[in-house]
């Protein structure tokens, strides 16, 4: 009996007798098949091995699917597994699963694992990937599985397989000598599994519950290709040298102390660079119709009852009592901008009403969450929210795109979109969902913007439009955001009058461009690894003197850049010139202008740029205007 494979690409194919998902991909290329990690059936990912025999959606999945690079790395935590076993027999298993970018598998073992036994696991490894064992996977009865792993004394097993529910396919895959408890899917065999490294070890309860015995993690990534693996590794040294918080003490940018964990402490240097994406940012809202507004930090507990916070965000938030009346640090400006809408009456004339705030809120994050910059427990959100009538909708959203795409282009940063629908935790009807939903999707498609459907992943109250960074190392980062709320409007009963002189419900759109003004400047930080744009950074020039005859010649120079607002400074240290010119480049300075007999002589500068190095002499007012011009054009 013939049945029919639909592909991605719509296109369809008979088949008139069972195949498995391998044939399927060699009947479409043999280069397919070769390149093949497992495939999808249906929305289900599947051993290459799995057959079909009725009509299916199928995809064939490679290194280049995320689904595909997580069926290789689960792969490779059995793999790793494996040669733990093999070096250390007394060593029982918890669970190895596939994460970002790696894996990692958590043992209990008398021997103590060092980083002097990675290279040791490795090499086992190689030897067991090198015989090209394939993964073979059996479908058991509880009471086979609870048997089998009994006898072998796998205590964390037997507590898995007694936690499945009643009716649960239980399977094992056997890669080599080595069996293990597993859903799968997994690869044909080891042989694919060309390049790997072991990254660290950490401690881990059991389950994640800290009554429950500490085992040993073991991180590690995989690649099919050693130059992959090359090349992340290259990526990931690049990063430590990029890292912020490395960055923030050298730079003299922020710095983080006991006395207030996840509470950044800004310095002079860093308050210029926060203060210079401030005023960027009232300058593009200006320009876009917005009015600056500031509300309270600390506002009353029935106000956070009215809008949900209080019965789905409470975990995150603080409080305090004033005169026995419960009050919570703001973890959203949202609820402070609606009491500032409804301070007036609004007519249908007045919309789109568009108040941004550069608010500064407070959520309680778990001190191992904490990084740096980028998790913190307060921070500044350049919230803005739109009030609008349901026909403003599409224009306002798209008016936001604009305004988020002009400040990451700014930056030269690329980013892709994720429309979030509704989560598990959320307030309102699925029919008022569905048509928050659809409007940003209709809108994001009418602007010809490709996008992925996150699925459960918005906020309480509304979907919302993701916004994901790519910086120069290829990392993502959300930031800016969209989100569209029929549901705060209702629960605060705020209203404008329409033509016919009745009261109606606007809509509101919550948004942010950067998302957090304090993790922008990490971003930001590890995007220029600190180099920033001329008119970004707190020193944008410094003078130095060969001797200190030059000083007073490099004051007035100094002064007059001042008086035209270039940030410039005198180095008056009574060091060697090529020393000051390397910690003026170490302090990532972009102009280090130096001045001896010949420079005071002819009124030039000797000109240093940061990545460009020695551009010769120039003269003092030329030098001037080109860097003005510079910090203009936010070149």
């Not at 210029?272 to 876009?288: D, K, M, S, T, V």
């Amino acid at each position: 009996m013939s049945f029919q494979i639909t592909f991605p690409d719509g296109n369809v194919r008979q088949y008139d007798e069972t195949v498995t998902l391998y044939d399927i991909a060699d009947s479409i290329s043999h280069k397919l098949a070769k390149n093949a990690l497992a495939g999808m059936v249906n929305g289900k990912v599947m051993d290459l091995s799995t057959e079909v025999s009725d009509d299916a959606e199928v995809r064939i999945l490679t290194w280049d699917d995320d689904e595909g690079k997580d069926v290789f790395r689960h792969s490779s935590s059995h793999l790793m597994a494996e040669a733990v076993k093999n070096l250390y027999p007394d060593t029982k298993f918890g669970i190895g699963p596939a994460i970002k970018d790696g894996f990692y598998y958590d043992f209990d073992s008398s021997h103590i694992f060092t980083e002097d036994d990675f290279e040791k696991i490795e090499k086992e490894m190689a030897r067991l990937a090198a015989q090209g064992s394939s993964f073979h996977k059996s479908v058991i009865s509880r009471e086979e599985a609870l048997k089998h792993f009994e006898d072998a004394g796998e205590i964390y097993k037997v507590e898995l397989i007694n936690d499945l529910p009643e009716g649960t396919e239980i399977s094992t895959y056997q890669q080599g000598g080595f069996l293990d408890l597993c859903a799968g899917p997994h690869l044909p065999s080891t042989e694919k599994i060309k390049a790997f490294k072991i990254m660290s070890i950490a401690g881990a309860y059991w389950r994640g519950n800290e009554k429950n015995k500490m085992l040993q993690r073991i991180y590690a990534t995989s690649f099919p290709k050693k130059a992959q693996l090359d090349e992340y590794l290259h990526l990931l040294e690049e990063a430590k040298k990029r890292d912020h918080r490395k960055l923030g003490q050298e730079l003299e940018l922020f710095t983080m102390m006991d006395e207030g964990p996840g509470f950044p402490f800004f310095l002079p240097k860093g308050m210029i660079l926060r203060n210079e994406l401030e005023n960027y940012w009232r300058e593009i809202h200006r320009e876009a119709g917005y009015d600056e507004i500031k509300t309270p930090m600390m506002l009353n507990r029935s106000l956070w009852e009215q809008s949900g916070h209080w019965e789905n965000y409470r975990d995150n938030m603080y409080f305090t009592k004033i005169d026995d009346t419960d009050f919570a640090i703001k973890p959203m400006n949202c609820p402070g901008s609606i009491l500032v809408y409804k301070n007036s009456l609004h007519s249908y004339r007045d919309l789109p009403i568009r108040m941004g705030e550069l608010g500064l809120v407070h959520r309680h994050e778990k001190s191992g969450a904490l990084h740096g910059l980028m998790r913190v427990r307060c921070f500044t959100q350049d919230d803005a929210h739109i009030f609008m009538l349901p026909s403003q909708i599409k224009d306002e959203i798209k008016g936001v795109i604009a305004l988020i795409d002009k400040v990451y282009s700014l930056f030269g940063f690329e980013y892709h979109l994720e429309l979030s629908t509704k989560p598990e935790k959320a307030i309102g009807s699925d029919e008022i969902w569905d048509m928050a939903t659809n409007a940003l999707k209709e809108a994001l498609e009418e602007e010809g913007r490709n996008f992925q459907i996150n699925e459960g992943d918005g906020a309480f109250y509304g979907p919302k439009i993701d916004f994901h960074l790519t910086d120069c190392l290829g990392r993502t980062w959300q930031c800016g955001t969209i989100q569209l709320d029929f549901l705060m409007p209702e629960r605060f009963d705020i209203t404008y009058v329409g033509e016919d002189g009745g009261k109606h419900r606007p809509v509101m759109i919550h948004r942010v461009a950067f998302g957090s003004i304090e993790r922008f400047i990490g971003i930001l930080t590890e995007h220029f690894g600190g180099a920033y744009p001329t008119w970004l950074c707190p020193v944008q020039v410094r003078l130095m003197s060969i001797t200190d005859k030059q000083l007073p010649y490099l004051e007035k120079i100094c002064n007059k850049m001042k008086a035209q607002g270039i940030r410039a400074e005198v180095d008056h240290r009574n060091e060697k010139i090529g020393y000051k010119i390397r910690e003026g480049q170490k302090m990532k300075i972009p102009y280090c202008l130096v001045a001896g007999d010949k420079e005071m002589e002819n009124n030039t500068l000797s000109v240093r740029r940061l990545g460009q190095g020695d551009l010769g002499a120039k003269n003092v007012d030329d030098i001037i205007d080109a860097i003005i011009t510079e910090i203009k054009e936010k070149k």
